[in-house]
């Protein structure tokens, strides 16, 4: 993987969590190098043929108003290297800086706006996984930029503030003019912090495609997006790491000690001082 990082110095990194953690969303540039981010793009218009191939439509018509969106859903099933993507270091060093040790890979999309493009629902990526109360952080997207990224191509837009939104009925009504692009340079990351407001942005240019890979991470205790178990081919499997088969759930014991470890009653509370 050492060919996919460039060298990327800690306080850059140690800004963006800073930033990630009180706006809701940081942009780190450079997290992989132009050419890489080329390859990453023409293997994901091959992944996409694959997808189609293999019968997962590439489209979903309750999701994008038209077929200038593309979506390809089950990239680490696809290829390697965005297996190799989704456990870039800067990444889960991003994710790990707000979930802690543990953390499931949810889910892993491609969103691509081609010309003509126009913006899915409102939401946030936590809204989608877990009902409100949102009080803390369990869920974040390291979003990466495989072209340049901007208001006119469609740069995805997010409500300003709206990481600290904790019940769905404080989503303002005059969202639409709240919306703010994200923008970056192809080689970066965003990470958004799962509590935002965001939506595709229209891709208002002539012949400029804007594409994105989502990397959906959550905290252990949320279900993933997609049971990676019955995906991953059993060859894709066996060769994962071990951090990469917890990573993805794909171990017997899904849910147990990930939150609380239990402690005999009377270690916990031991006889003598029930007397007292
Ligand atoms: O494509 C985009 O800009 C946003 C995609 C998104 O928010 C999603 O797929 O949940």
């Known amino acids: 993987m050492g060919s996919m990082a460039p060298e990327i110095d800690s306080g850059t990194v140690e800004a963006a969590k800073v930033h990630l953690k009180e706006e809701g969303w940081c942009v780190i540039p450079n997290v992989i190098s132009e050419e890489r981010t080329e390859e990453v793009l023409d293997r994901l218009w091959a992944a996409r043929d694959a997808s189609e191939k293999q019968g997962d439509p590439t489209r979903l018509a309750h999701l994008d108003p038209n077929e200038s969106n593309i979506r390809v859903f089950y990239l680490m099933q696809l290829d390697a290297i965005f ?5 870039h270091p800067v990444a889960v060093d991003m994710v790990k800086s707000v979930l802690g040790e543990n953390f499931l890979i949810s889910n892993f999309t491609a969103s691509i706006a081609r010309p003509g493009s126009k913006s899915m629902g ?3 990526d936590m809204s989608l996984v877990v ?4 009080k803390e952080i369990w869920a974040l997207n390291v979003i990466w930029c495989l072209t340049d990224v901007y208001y006119e ?3 995805t837009l997010y409500i300003p503030g709206s990481n600290k939104i904790v019940y769905e009925n404080e989503v303002p009504r005059n969202a639409r003019q709240l919306l703010r692009p994200f923008e970056a340079k192809a080689g ?3 990470v958004m912090d799962g ?3 965001h ?3 229209a891709n208002i240019t002539k012949d400029q495609d804007r594409a994105l890979l989502f990397g959906y991470y959550t905290a252990p205790h949320l279900r993933q997006q997609v049971n990676w178990t ?3 081919p059993e060859e894709v499997k066996k060769d994962l790491s071990p951090e990469m088969t917890d990573w993805l759930g794909l171990r017997v014991n899904a849910n147990t000690g990930m939150v609380r470890t239990l402690r005999y009653l009377d270690d916990e509370f031991p006889e003598e001082e029930k007397a007292k």
């Open 131 to 134: 009902p409100d109360p949102w």
């Open 188 to 190: 970066s990351i965003v």
């Open 195 to 197: 509590r935002v407001w």
């Open 122 to 124: 409102l939401h946030s």
């Open 153 to 155: 191509n469609g740069a």
């Open 83 to 87: 297996r190799e993507l989704i456990q």
């Open 199 to 201: 939506t595709s942005g």
């Open 230 to 232: 019955a995906k991953l």
